[in-house]
């Protein structure tokens, strides 16, 4: 097995990590930016670099800077995490340049599926449902008018390389042509700057849909293993706060038809290691959304109900590995349910940055509860990035039990100094729409 | 006389979205600030025309730093 890892990364991620890398025996290299010096888990790394100043692009993002210590500290792999250069296909090619493993799908790979309209001419040439719309680009407000009439209002314009919530508008109105061509320019115009890309493609919007994900690994003999669902209709802004596996609205006959067209995809695109296929659920049934070539924040809700380990996974394919069991040996038992807990204004939203003076976990007792931060008593929350504090995850038997857990957790959990949202994954516990099953994306809207 | 646009929170400068020796009006947007990847917009608390920009993309800002001084 691999004997070094370097974590290209920082926060609780890095800590999860570091949990299976202990399990093996395996060396981890942190990194950190000038504002992430104090971090307990450079404490527990084998070695760590500095990598630059707190701005990400100085040092999370600075490929220049992690290449350095990827070289300094000798590492046998890189493990992206989330975000910053996860998913970057130019960081996955420096370091397989490097001679070293990527942990995480090809460079040759990554750098398809970087198009959302490649993904989605993949997936429509295996015959799975992509949301009606154009599969290629758009090239004008032709374009536009004419796909709009045939699939109806509204649709969404995306950016093709666009992500994370961000490089998508909504037009419901036709009429004006200037300012469809506004809204045409404006979003070619952040692509270019943001995602150095300005293609755009149109898809109609599902009206009120659920966001379902199947967490699949794939070798690479071609076998794809599906770990279960997870929902994640429960977002603000496009950032989900709750999600779940399995999703109470997802029957068998769902489930099996969502792992075989998720198989279909990995397959055409030839995808090795841990991923996820997004899908929206309409009223008509599941359409294919995107590609997360990543592990992703929400994966331990998988890990709980299979009892696999992700990470070690993610490793071990890296390493060459094949899968060792079958999809008849996965068993999804019981339910469980991941809140994210952000510094954040419970009501508005807007970020909370501070220093943490009081600090209470709940209990995590008898495997019901798992926690994933990398917090401490007196720890600066920095403006400089995610507003995610930590997770909290809770498993039981069954949904209602499992609500119950989670409830229970989020009413021990006490975070002081920075404003959090803690009441708000409680109300959510506590709200009729989320104990039915029956929610969709717009639970914050409605 | 003379106004200085302080940054209202701590974070990095997204952008400047002003030049020197342009002319600006109350509420005007000037820069914008990035901060726990959410962009917070600053606006001029009165008019003047910009005189000195003491920001770059990427800096570093906390509550009260000095940002944009105009001329009124």
């Known amino acids: 097995m691999i004997k070094k890892i370097l974590i290209a990364n920082r926060g609780e991620i890095v800590n999860r990590i570091i949990r299976t890398c202990e399990k093996f025996g395996i060396e981890a290299v942190a990194v ?98 992509v949301t009606p719309g154009t599969v290629g680009i758009v090239s004008n407000v032709d374009d536009i008018y004419r796909i709009a009439h045939k699939v109806g209002l509204p649709v969404l314009l995306k950016l093709d390389k666009g992500g994370g919530g961000k490089g998508i508008e909504k037009i419901e109105s036709l009429e004006s042509r200037e300012a469809v061509q506004d809204v045409f320019d404006r979003l070619k ?69 969502l792992y075989d067209y998720t198989k279909r995809i990995v397959k055409a695109i030839a995808y090795t290691g841990v991923g996820t296929i997004e899908f929206l659920k309409g ?86 509860l798992r926690i994933e931060h990398a917090l401490h008593t007196g720890y600066v929350v920095t403006p400089f990035y995610d507003p995610m504090l930590c997770k909290l995850i809770a498993l039981h038997n069954n949904r209602e039990a499992c609500i119950g857990v989670m409830k229970a957790a989020l009413e021990d959990m006490k975070i002081e100094g920075v404003s959090t949202n803690i009441d708000v994954g409680l109300a959510v516990m506590e709200d009729k729409r989320f104990i039915s099953g029956g929610f969709s994306t717009d639970f914050f809207a409605g | 006389m003379a106004y200085t646009l302080k940054a209202h929170m701590p974070g990095l400068v997204a952008r400047v979205v002003v030049e020197p020796g342009q002319n600006v009006e109350k509420d005007q947007e000037l820069a914008v600030i990035n901060c726990m990847k959410t962009e917070m917009r600053c606006l001029s608390g009165e008019a003047g025309r910009v005189d000195k920009i003491l920001v770059a993309e990427w800096d570093e800002v906390d509550i009260g730093s000095d940002m944009i001084i105009l001329e009124n």
């Open chain 1, 32 to 129: 950190y930016s000038d504002a992430d010096k104090d971090m307990e888990y450079i404490k527990n790394a084998a070695e760590s670099y500095n990598i630059g100043s707190a701005a990400p692009i100085k040092s999370y993002l600075n490929i220049g800077a992690i290449t350095e210590a990827i070289a300094k500290s000798g590492a046998e792999a890189v493990h992206p995490g989330y975000g910053f250069l996860s998913e970057s296909a130019e960081f996955a090619a420096v370091v397989e340049g490097m001679g070293v493993k990527w942990i995480g799908p090809g460079s040759q790979v990554m750098k398809s599926i970087e198009s959302k309209s490649y993904c989605r001419i993949a997936a429509d040439a295996v015959g799975v449902p």
């Open chain 1, 283 to 368: 009223e008509s049934g599941y359409f294919f959304m995107e590609i997360n070539a990543r592990l992703q924040v929400e994966h331990p809700v998988s890990e709980m109900v299979t009892g696999l380990d992700l990470v070690e996974w993610q490793i071990r394919i890296a390493d060459g590995e094949n899968l060792s069991f079958t999809q008849e040996d996965v068993r999804l038992g019981g339910h469980a349910i991941e809140c994210r807990v952000y510094a954040e204004e419970p009501v508005t939203f807007t970020p909370s940055p501070g220093v943490i003076t009081k600090l209470v976990f709940p209990e995590e007792n008898d495997g019901a």
């Open chain 1, 189 to 257: 115009r952040i692509g270019a700057m943001a995602f150095a890309s300005s293609d755009v493609y149109l898809e109609k919007q599902i009206a009120s849909p659920k966001h379902i994900e199947v967490q699949f690994v794939a070798d690479a003999r071609g076998d794809v293993i599906c770990l279960g669902e997870r929902e994640c209709s429960i977002q603000r802004r496009y950032q989900k706060i709750v999600e779940e596996s399995p999703s109470a609205a997802v029957n068998e006959e769902d489930r099996l038809k």
